[in-house]
């Protein structure tokens, strides 16, 4: 019996005890942007706004699964590390400066980690990964050091990535599968801010006997509940649904089961979900048209979908999958792996509160030769970490594989994964870097003053 989908949420629970797989392809990386405008946008003075540093060389080690949070005027950026421990994180500010060049080792144990996930509470930031079969997590504080011991937040299981993280000011929310013979179920594990595991009396999301996974969470902290989101096979194991559930800061599940947000023919894979202080956006890959596009909806704090047949965000030639999501001021920053040009780059475009999708419209930039736009190829052949001089905007983490070494494009010693370009605050699309292996964005996450889309970039 084929498994389709879910072939590799199966054999990913088999292969945990092995740790992380390393990546035996490598290819060249060059990045480019591309702004796409609508409205009131009129593109002037992009270009303006870079600042090109000096200094990117690619890392002697390799290292990659970068997630990124933000808090009190910084962002921590975790990663996955060949180095003792196997779990590394720098602070940034959010003018681009790194804290810690040399990388800070954020799992002292011997019991390696791999894949972390980070999250902010409002005091501390959490980091969670894989160890083993089991979860471990750490609290790191603004000035960079581990608050208490590392904690177990699962014992060695049968558990399976990836791994969603959220936090209110009180707890945070993990997600990930607990798997067994031909059955994935989504669950959660609530951990206080003090660190301390809490034992819920329901920790099951999807229903038993089912396949489901590829979770994702996020806090809502008007009504203080948390959105998971996933993929289930309940309609079908060759072409599951996105479904979601809200749970209450206090453990409580508000709909058991979960309910549909998407069920468009063919498979809907990879959610992604945020709140925009008024709804959630939620985004996911979707092959309804033969090939896989970019879909979103918009969900109500009261569980009701305002996009059953949802958004069309990218129906681009080529594949369109890995989409990821964060939200700044009145519209949503999307981003995604998208082969329409052949080698794999990463694009982005904006949704509204509304469900308009913007950056329909490319066009070419002003700027410098080293800073110029031009579709079809990439301009700078070695990562840029740019800063803003006004305006807001985004920051985004990606995989970018380079020849010549086995790691990612990154500051020397720091880190940080990933080659981009980015847009001002009034400016979506964009797209950076081919590659032979796919290099999906690995988290979005938004500060005050910008939103953030790379180490090597920032809108």
């Known amino acids: 019996m084929s498994l389709g989908p879910w072939g590799g949420v199966l054999l990913g629970a088999m292969l945990l005890a092995c740790g992380p797989i390393n990546p035996d392809e490598a290819g060249d990386a060059a990045s480019e942007a591309l702004s796409q405008t609508s409205g009131s946008d009129n593109g002037q003075g ?25 808090g009190k005027g910084k962002y921590l950026v975790v990663w996955e590390d060949e180095r003792d421990g196997g779990v590394y994180g720098t602070r940034v500010r959010t003018d681009g400066t790194l804290l810690d060049p040399g990388g800070l080792r954020l799992n002292p144990r011997d019991v390696r980690g791999f894949q972390p996930v980070a999250a902010f509470n409002g005091t501390h930031f959490f980091v969670v990964w894989q160890a083993g079969t089991g979860i471990s997590g750490v609290r790191v504080a603004t000035d960079g050091t581990q ?84 993929i289930d096979a309940r309609g079908g194991r060759a072409s599951p649904d996105i479904y979601g559930a809200r749970l209450q800061e206090d453990g409580t599940l508000l709909d058991a089961g979960g309910f549909p947000i998407s069920q468009a023919p063919g498979s809907q894979r990879r959610p992604d979900v945020t709140w925009t202080g008024r709804r959630y956006h939620v985004v996911w890959g979707d092959d309804r048209n033969g090939t896989f596009d970019i879909y979103g909806a918009r969900v109500r704090s009261n569980g009701t979908v305002e996009d059953p047949a949802g958004i069309a965000i990218s129906t681009a030639s080529g594949e369109q999958t890995l989409p990821r999501v964060a939200h700044h ?47 079809g190829r990439g301009l700078w052949r070695r990562p840029l970490l740019h800063r803003l001089r006004r305006g807001g905007g985004v920051l985004a983490l990606w995989r970018a594989l380079r020849a010549g070494h086995t790691g990612e494009a990154q500051h020397p010693g720091a880190g940080l994964s990933g080659v981009g370009a980015h847009a001002g605050a009034r400016h979506g699309i964009f797209r950076a870097h081919p590659v032979k292996r796919p290099g999906a964005p690995a988290r979005v996450v938004t500060g005050p003053e910008r939103m953030l889309t790379s180490p090597a970039a920032r809108w």
């Open 46 to 70: 992009l270009a303006a706004q870079h600042l090109e540093p000096t200094g990117f060389l690619p890392a002697p080690v390799a290292r990659g699964t970068p997630s990124v949070a933000f």
């Open 329 to 375: 001021e009145s519209k949503s920053l999307v981003v995604w792996d998208d082969t329409r040009d052949g080698p794999h780059r990463i694009w982005g475009a904006r949704l509204g509160e509304d469900g308009s999708v913007w950056d329909r419209r490319l066009r070419h930039l002003p700027g410098r030769p080293s800073e110029r736009v031009l579709p």
């Open 147 to 230: 608050v208490g011991p590392v904690f177990d937040v699962i014992p060695p299981g049968t558990v399976s990535l990836p791994l969603g993280l959220a936090c209110s000011p009180e707890v945070c929310t993990l997600t990930y599968n607990v798997v067994a013979e031909m059955e994935s179920i989504v669950s959660f594990t609530r951990v206080r801010s003090d660190g301390a595991v809490l034992s819920d009396m329901t920790s099951s999301v999807s229903p038993a006997g089912n396949l489901a996974g590829e979770s994702s969470v996020a806090w809502n902290n008007n009504q203080k509940q948390f959105l998971i989101v996933w």
